[in-house]
């Protein structure tokens, strides 16, 4: 297994940090963060049409590139570190994801071209009001909508359905879902909603347009105010099957531990960020006559910094690496990852306050920008309690 980035690879990372140091600035970052949408819809389409990231990971045959994530990763870091304001992770890595992995062809031909050329953006709704990321706290019920039919008919209208409807208009599905998904990323906005629900064979996938009857969407006050996320209220939505039924929580397992990964990866970058922010300060700021790295304390702050950081910048990219080459490891290292880098981001963003001083307190300072994405990352998709409990269960302790 090789472990280093390609000349490409690289260039990637020189063209995205180009990119982002232009168009997603601290000052860019606070306009966004304040906004309803959450994002700027031009640079969302400059990222779409100049770099092609929508369709990144995205199969050749649906309209994307056809990287592997390895090269998501590259793309990751580089956003986590600029705090991108933007539906990407919950376009490319949630949804499109999912319908890979899904492997419906009809909604992966309806749906990922137009994700791919940025016409379209996406959510993934699986978790609600427990807060749960696992199988048991999927609830919300999805129920057959075939008069006269039983569920394999109704699976079969399901998928003719899919196949047949625009992604922005109200598609009358096989299926209708009633209750609540909460915590989703981007929800408010997305063009396209999948949601996770049980059916009499276990969780299922389903898919909708994000103005389907009966959807009402709302944004949620959050403590990253950079990643907005929103409540889904269900009220007999009609809905499309994706897959099979019953094979909801298999795909699910793995596009979160893909998620896992990715955002593992972005808080790499912005950990990074904070220990350069951090190390030039000491470097700058002169007190009793020298600069603040000088004294002993501030040296091992920052010394701390960094070996947490590259320790989990080692866990984050072998679990890239173990996701691009589909291992059978990604499952263990995927919750290593996410449990390390979450508490290790979380350190760092605190460190880097400290480092700062009074200044690190203040609003006008960015650096309590970084330490909310990395409390509310920390959490995102279970806590490094959670996946040390998970990482033990994988191995068999």
Request: hydrophobic share 45%.
């Amino acid at each position: 297994m090789k472990f280093a980035f390609s000349p490409e690879q690289e260039e990637l990372r020189r063209f995205v940090r180009q990119f982002l140091e232009e168009k997603s600035p601290e000052s860019a970052v606070r306009v966004q963060m304040d906004t309803e949408v959450g994002y700027d819809e031009a640079v969302w389409q400059q990222m779409v049409t100049q770099l092609g990231l929508a369709g990144l990971i995205i199969p050749e045959e649906y309209g994307g590139s056809g990287f592997g994530y390895v090269e998501l990763i590259v793309v990751l870091e580089e956003m986590g570190r600029a705090l991108l304001c933007a539906p990407f992770f919950s376009t490319v890595v949630l949804a499109a994801n999912t319908l890979v992995a899904a492997g419906d062809e009809a909604a992966c031909g309806q749906l990922l071209p137009q994700i791919a050329s940025g016409e379209t953006t996406a959510c993934l709704a699986f978790t609600e009001r427990s807060g749960r990321w696992d199988e048991a706290g999927i609830t919300v019920e999805a129920t057959a909508d075939v008069a006269g039919a039983d569920v394999g008919a109704a699976t079969q209208d399901a998928s003719a359905s899919a196949a047949t409807g625009a992604a922005g208009t109200a598609v009358a599905g096989s299926w209708r879902i009633s209750g609540t998904k909460t915590f989703v990323i981007d929800g408010h906005t997305a063009d396209v909603v999948l949601v996770a629900a049980r059916t009499p064979q276990g969780v299922s996938l389903f898919w909708c347009p994000g103005d389907a009857e009966g959807l009402t969407r709302t944004a949620l006050s959050t403590m990253d105010q950079t990643r907005k996320q929103a409540r889904l209220d269900f009220a007999n939505t009609p809905v499309n099957l994706v897959g099979e039924l019953g094979a909801g929580w298999d795909v699910l397992e793995r596009v979160l531990d893909l998620a896992a990964v990715a955002l593992a990866a972005e808080q790499v970058g912005g950990a990074q960020m904070c220990l350069d922010t951090a190390v030039q300060y000491a470097k700058d700021r002169v007190q009793f006559g020298r600069p603040i790295g000088s004294f002993q304390a501030v040296k091992h702050i920052c010394a701390n910094m960094f070996l947490e950081l590259e320790s989990a910048r080692s866990a984050a990219y072998y679990a890239a690496w173990c996701a691009a080459d589909n291992s059978e490891e990604l499952p263990v290292v995927a919750s290593l990852a996410k449990a390390y880098c979450s508490e290790a981001y979380f350190k760092i963003t605190a460190d880097n306050v400290q480092v700062h001083g009074g200044i690190g307190f203040t609003w006008e300072h960015p650096a309590h920008l970084y330490f909310r994405r990395a409390k509310s990352s920390e959490l995102l998709f279970g806590d490094p309690a959670y996946h040390r409990e998970l990482l033990a269960q994988r191995i068999g302790i």
